[in-house]
C-alpha cells in the first residue's frame, strides 16, 4: 500500500494547478489594464475636487464677509479688520452652533478635522464613507471657518476630496484596494488643488492614507495630484503659496545644526501640542451638555480670544508669509504661538468642523521665529535666518505631531519655492520626528483611532511571507498512499502508524465515516482536481492557494514540476515566519575586531620572518 522508499505525501490523483485550469491567474501578477482605469478614475474624481476647493474658499470668502462686514461679497476678506467691537466674541460662536446643528440632523462624522476619520475607513470600513459627508463636510467647515474659526481649507477639503473618491468606489465595481486607491487620490487631490504642493501630497498619501507603496496606488495618486495641481494654477495661482520677499541662502554647518536644535525642541513642543489637543476633547466628553453646544462652546473662547488678538481668527495663511517673511513684531509672533495655539486646541477639542494643518504650521513657524531670535541673541555668529527659522519651525511642527516627515519636508520646499532649505529642513524634521518616535506612542492623527483599537501602520517593511518561498517552509515526507488503495487499507495504516493529523487530500472525516464501503479505492472520494505548490513559490502564494482550495496542506514539487519533494502544513509556513521574525531580530557581530587584529600580526610576523630569512 505505501511505499517508504519512496518520496512524496499522502493521496494525489493529479499534480495540475486547479487555478490554471480554470484561467484564474494568481493576484501577485498585475493588471495592467486595471492600473489605467484606477488611474483614468483618479483623474476624473481629481478634476471634481480641484472646482470644489475652489467653491469651498469662495463660500469661507462670503461667510466671512457677512459675519463680520456684512456684505456679500467673493473677495477674499480676513475677520481682522472688523468694526463689530466686542460682538466679535457672538460671530464664532454662532457659527459653532450651526455646525453642533449640522452634526446632529446631518453626520456626526463632520466633527473633527477629517484626516484621522479617513484613515479610519481605510483601516475598519474598506474604505467607505458615507455619501452625504462630499457636501455636509465643506458646508460645515466654510461656516465654522468663515465665522472665525482658527483653521485651514486644507482639512475639510481633504476630507471631502476622501469622501467623492469613496463615494465613486461605492458606486463602481472595484475591490477594496482600488477603492482605497480613489479615497486617497481624491484626498490628495484636495490638498494639492489648495496648495499647489503635488509631491507633497503624493507623500501624504503614502504616510498617512495608503500605508503602502505599490505601481497601482501611486500611478493613480500622483496622476490625480498633477490634475489637482493643474486645478490650483488654472483656479488659484501658480505662485506659491507662502512667497517669499526674497531667496533663502544656503545654510552653513553651524546654521544647519543650529536649525536641527530647533527641530529637537519643536519635537517636543509636538507631543505637548498633540496631548493637549485629546486633553481638551476629554474635558469636553465630561461637560454636562450635549455634544451639539459643544462647538458652540468652542466658538466662544475662539471669540474672546479673537477680540484680543484679531489674527487669530480665521484661515491665517496670511499670517504663516508674514512669519516667514519675518514682518511682524515680536509680540505679534508671541501672540500667534500662544493665543492662536488656545484658541485652535480648544476649538478643535469642541468637536467643531476644521483642519489642523494651517494652525499646526502657524504655530511651528512663530516658535521658529522665536528660537531664531533666541539663537542670535545668545550665538550671534551661528548664522541662522529669521525667515529660514520660521519655515524650519513652520515644517518640524508637522513633522513631529503627524509623524509625515516626507510629506513635511516636500510640502515647505514646494509652497515656498525655497529649495535652498532642503538640508536645514531635512535636519529639523528629522529630529522632530526622532523625538516625537520615541517619546509618544500615537500622533494628532491617530490617537483618536487609537483609543478605538485600531492598530495604525507605522513602517513600511518587504512582507516576510512574500520573501520566504516554500522550499524554506516544507516538511519533508517518505511515504505516499496511492489512488487505488482502498478505505479499509488506509483505515489501518493510519491507526497502525498512529497519524492524527489531517494531512490527506481527502478529509480524514471522510476516509473514516460510517457510511463508507470499505472496499472503495481512496480515489474514488476525490471529489475535485488537486492543487500544488511549487519549491520556488512565496509563502504568501501558499497562503493564497491553501484559502481558495480550503485545505490545510498542499504538496509540493520541485523547480521542475516533476517530482513530489514534500507537503506544506499551515503549520510551517507560521513556523518559518516565527523563525525568520527572529532571525531579524538577532543581534550579532560578524566582524570581530580581536581576531582581525590577531590575523594582522600573524600576516605581519611571516612577512617580517620572510624579509630575515632573504
Known sequence: MASKNQVGIPISMSLNDTLSSEGINSSSIPNKTRIIVIAAYAV??????????????????????????????????????????????????????????????????????????????????????????????????????????????????????????????????????????????????????????PVAAIFLAIELLLFEFTPKSLIAVSLACITGAAGHHFLFSATPVFALEHLIPTASNPAILSYSVIGIVIGFLSIGI????????????????????????????????GYFAPRTLGVGYENITDLLNNSLPLTVVLSLCLLKFLSWVIALGSGTSGGTLAPLLTIGAAIGLLCGH????????????????????MSAMFAGASRAVLTSIVFALETTGQFNAMLPLLGSCVGAYLVSYLFMDTTIMTEKITRR??????????????????????????????????????????????????????????????????EKTIKSLIKRQPAYL?????????????????????????????????LLHYKNILSAYDAADTFNDQRETNISIKRSSMRMLVKGKKILIRKRNS
Open 453 to 518: 483599537g485600531i492598530h495604525t501602520p507605522d513602517s513600511y517593511q518587504p512582507d516576510q511571507l512574500n520573501q520566504l518561498t516554500v522550499g524554506q517552509a516544507i516538511e519533508q515526507t517518505s511515504t505516499v498512499i496511492e489512488g487505488d488503495n482502498t478505505i479499509e487499507e488506509l483505515r489501518n495504516w493510519s491507526t497502525d502508524e498512529g497519524i492524527t493529523e489531517n494531512y490527506y487530500i481527502v478529509s480524514s472525516s471522510s476516509i473514516f465515516a460510517h457510511h463508507q464501503d470499505r
Open 534 to 566: 511549487r519549491a520556488t513559490n512565496s509563502l504568501r502564494e501558499a497562503i493564497r492557494k491553501m484559502t481558495q482550495e480550503n485545505v490545510d496542506v498542499l504538496p509540493v514539487l520541485d523547480a521542475r514540476g516533476s517530482t513530489v519533494i514534500g
Open 44 to 197: 476624473a474624481i481629481a478634476a471634481m475636487i480641484s472646482f470644489i476647493a475652489k467653491f469651498l474658499v469662495m463660500f469661507i470668502n462670503v461667510i466671512t464677509n457677512l459675519s463680520f462686514y456684512g456684505t456679500f461679497s467673493f473677495h477674499e476678506g480676513t475677520p481682522w479688520a472688523t468694526n463689530l467691537g466686542i460682538w466679535v466674541i457672538v460671530v464664532p460662536a454662532i457659527g459653532g452652533l450651526v455646525v453642533g446643528l449640522m452634526a446632529l440632523y446631518g453626520s456626526k462624522a463632520i466633527r473633527g478635522h477629517g484626516i484621522p476619520e479617513a484613515m479610519e475607513q481605510v483601516l475598519t470600513n474598506q474604505s467607505k464613507i458615507r455619501p452625504s459627508i462630499t457636501y455636509l463636510k465643506p458646508l460645515s467647515s466654510a461656516i465654522a471657518i468663515g465665522t472665525g474659526g482658527p483653521f485651514g481649507a486644507e482639512g475639510p477639503i481633504i476630507a471631502t476630496g476622501g469622501a467623492l473618491g469613496s463615494t465613486l468606489g461605492q458606486l463602481l465595481k472595484i475591490t477594496h484596494s482600488e477603492r482605497k486607491i480613489l479615497l486617497a487620490a481624491g484626498a490628495t487631490a484636495g490638498m494639492t488643488a489648495i496648495f499647489g504642493s
Open 274 to 305: 498633540t496631548k493637549a489637543v485629546y486633553w481638551v476633547e476629554d474635558a469636553f466628553e465630561r461637560l454636562p451638555f450635549h455634544w451639539m453646544w459643544w462647538p458652540a462652546i468652542g466658538g466662544l473662547v475662539v471669540g474672546i480670544v
Open 374 to 393: 533666541v539663537l542670535l541673541t545668545i550665538f550671534p555668529t551661528c548664522g541662522v535666518s529669521l525667515p529660514l527659522a520660521a519655515l524650519v519651525g
